[in-house]
């Protein structure tokens, strides 16, 4: 039990990070604190498309550091967050986005696993509706197995005799 405890212990304080990692730098932090957060949250939902599962927040490439500057660059000049997203959707594809917008090419982006999941629970279903239909076969009886021991020595008797006729 005091193992477990421990180990419980230990693998919450390597999961949790009390000082989350921040790549921008004191140059790209625009004077108003309301857009800066709005520029903060924007830049958690937009995927770095050099480290592709990693937000450009936290980000160290370059091409990270130039979308989080025309993040703040669009908000400066009025954009919504929305606006923000679609511009940068517009031009670098909807991959940039972590949440991606529901459209007919994203479709089975957001309904794929649901459709995978689907299949196979009624796969499971069909399979075990099956295995209860089967029957277990009897036991031979003593005359059925004395009838299988005749008609295979009757078998190998043909074989023997059809291999011999062919050398």
Do not use: H
Not at 2 to 27: C, Y
Not at 62 to 70: C, F, G, P, Q, W
């Amino acid at each position: 039990m005091r193992g477990l405890l421990l180990f419980t212990a230990v693998l919450f304080l390597f999961t949790v990070n009390s000082d989350p990692v921040q790549a921008f730098e004191p140059d790209e932090v625009l004077d108003d604190p309301a857009l800066e957060a709005r520029a903060r949250e924007i830049s958690k939902e937009v995927r770095c498309l050099v480290c592709q599962n990693e937000p450009i927040d936290s980000s160290n490439a370059d091409l990270a550091k130039e979308l989080r500057i025309v993040v703040r660059e669009r908000l400066v000049a009025g954009d919504s967050d929305d606006d923000v997203k679609s511009y940068l959707s517009d031009r670098y594809g909807d991959f940039v986005l972590f949440r991606p917008p529901f459209n007919t090419a994203t479709f089975l982006l957001w309904f794929g696993p649901l459709l995978v999941f689907g299949i196979g629970g009624i796969g499971l279903i069909l399979f075990y509706r099956g295995s209860k239909n089967l029957k277990v076969a009897k036991p031979l009886s003593e005359e059925e197995e004395a009838r299988l021991n005749e008609l295979l020595d009757n078998e190998n008797k043909t074989k023997s005799s059809n291999s011999g006729e062919a050398s």
